[in-house]
Nanobody, 124 residues
Framework: QVQLVESGGGLVQVGGSLRLSCAASGRTFSNYVISWFRRAPGKEREFVAVIDGSAGSTYYAGSVKGRFTISRDNAKNTVYLQMNSLKPEDTAVYYC?????????????????WGQGTQVTVSS
């Protein structure tokens, strides 16, 4: 079992950058596929990015590709989401999620561990 805790959210101006962190407790962190999802006010949860356990494979939503980068440091049990060139439409609560099945997927129901979320607000 793993517990996930997000941090790094905040208020930033359009065009700015933030780096989110997802810290995991528990052993065998490298076995977990980790994704970032987000939920904007009045909208459904949306996939953002995913990374496999070895960091050899990543995939991004089209809306963030080229602006966001997902990475992980298994020695620190942490996954990062570097967000550059932020836009007002990136405003949302960002969640990290994990599954231990090795399934690299964009589907929320395939993830059985979730963090509490961190707010990102991009002001214009």
């Amino acid at each position: 079992q793993v517990q996930l805790v997000e941090s790094g959210g905040g208020l930033v101006q359009v065009g700015g950058s933030l780096r989110l962190s997802c810290a995991a407790s528990g052993r065998t962190f490298s076995n977990y596929v980790i994704s970032w999802f987000r939920r904007a006010p009045g909208k459904e949860r949306e996939f953002v990015a995913v990374i496999d356990g070895s960091a050899g494979s990543t995939y991004y939503a089209g809306s963030v590709k080229g602006r966001f980068t997902i990475s992980r440091d298994n020695a620190k049990n942490t996954v990062y989401l570097q967000m550059n060139s932020l836009k007002p439409e990136d405003t949302a609560v960002y969640y990290c999620a994990g599954n231990a099945y090795g399934l690299v997927t964009t589907t929320p129901k395939e993830y059985n561990y979730w963090g509490q979320g961190t707010q990102v607000t991009v002001s214009s």
